[in-house]
């Protein structure tokens, strides 16, 4: 009764369905026609599975293939036996992978129709995606960075199909409390709060002014991405290469915001952090700094002020702010936000390895950070699923 089409676009499937399985505050067919018309294909293979029920279409799962390094699949003690091996065969160097989900995005999503049996859905989708992956030559399947909501559905597979639960890099939420940014300061807590007023008094001095921008010239575009790509080599987890034609086609979407910070005198732009406005949530997407500047001018805290500023100016009660670069993030006051992989590799041995390792992997072995909050507060570690 449930059948499977994979498409190659996001227009194969009517906008109707669009609307209704990814309305905000999720990233929707916007997001994803900017990932296939960006020229990303060296990278990924998008694809869309289309979901129906006795003939109705149910359901949206977003999907990619990927030539995945190595080196961010196995462990560290291993990488050197891998790079010696992948000096005779090459492709060993690459781990062909079909996921369900995005590149770049925060949380891996299903979209739903209203009444849709999750379940089910999930099930079936499993299993047409494992003939998909062998038809690709993908030896890895993953349901990517799902959250809470939906892993529910997603469980029963570690049963009935030998998948492995593999523990992700958590995504982060602040809600906002109150209608402006003085009630979301008096909402931390004190030790947080005397931290960022310091901080931020300490930057009070900083010659900048904020700017807020819809569909920048191709100018500024020019700026932004010069920021992003600084911000980007300088990052220590790098799953994809983003382009410039990306920002051009994501910019161009009617909620992107960019909010920027400019030098007084020169203009020179400093840093920015492109938006988007989902209904009341705010997703805090991309961000980009210059780190030549003095670091007593603290950017990345006045860029999170103007942000937060902004946000309440259009009547945003959350903001999301996405994975990796936790310290600030914290310190700001956002909350951990669970995120789980769901996976299966095609040789049982490799399989059976991969899952005894992901046992070994928690918030506090996937980064120092995290291991330091955890430290702090040891109820909030996530629990390995069995």
């Known amino acids: 009764m449930y059948k499977i089409q994979w498409h190659q676009s996001v227009q194969d499937i009517p906008e109707t369905l669009w609307q209704e399985c990814f309305a905000a505050p999720y990233e929707g067919k916007w997001w994803y026609a900017a990932l296939e018309r960006a020229g990303l294909d060296r990278q990924f293979e998008f694809i869309y599975g289309l979901v129906s029920y006795n003939d109705k279409a149910v ?126 300061i008096a909402s931390l807590k004190a030790s947080r709060r005397n931290k960022i007023k310091k901080k931020m008094k300490q930057a009070s001095d900083a010659p900048v002014y904020v700017e807020i921008l819809f569909q920048p010239s191709a100018a500024v575009m020019e700026e932004i991405f010069r920021l992003f790509w600084q911000t980007y080599e300088k990052g220590n987890t790098k799953f994809e290469q983003l382009n410039r034609s990306f920002f051009d086609e994501i910019s161009q979407y009617e909620n992107s915001h960019y909010v920027i910070l400019r030098k007084n005198e020169s203009k020179e732009m400093l840093s920015f952090m492109l938006c988007f406005k989902l209904g009341d949530h705010v997703v805090n997407k991309f961000i980009g700094i210059d780190y030549s500047q003095p670091k007593e001018w603290f950017l990345y805290f006045k860029l999170w002020d103007a942000a937060v500023e902004w946000a309440y100016s259009v009547g945003a009660t959350s903001i999301q702010s996405g994975q990796t670069g936790y310290s600030p993030k914290i310190e700001l006051g956002n909350d951990m936000v669970a995120l789980s992989n769901y996976c299966r590799h095609k040789n049982p041995m490799v399989n059976f390895i991969y899952k005894a390792v992901a046992k070994t992997i928690n918030w506090d072995t996937l980064d120092p950070d995290l291991a330091s909050y955890l430290k702090a507060y040891p109820e909030l570690k996530p629990p390995n699923l069995k």
């Open 59 to 184: 359901a949206i799962a977003p999907a990619f293939l990927m030539d995945v390094p190595i080196a961010l699949v196995i462990p560290l003690a291993l990488l050197p036996i891998f790079n010696l091996i992948g000096k005779i065969f090459p492709a060993l160097l690459y781990q062909r992978t079909f996921f369900i989900g995005s590149p770049c995005s925060d949380e891996g999503r299903v979209g739903l129709v209203h009444g849709a049996d999750a379940a089910n859905v999930f099930a079936s989708i499993n299993k047409s995606m494992q003939i998909k992956a062998d038809e690709l030559g993908a030896s890895m399947r993953v349901w990517k960075d799902f959250a809470q909501e939906q892993q529910a559905a997603l469980v029963p597979l570690l049963k009935n199909d030998d998948l492995f639960h593999l523990v992700s890099f958590p995504g982060t939420s602040l809600h906002l409390d109150g209608k402006n940014k003085n009630d979301y």
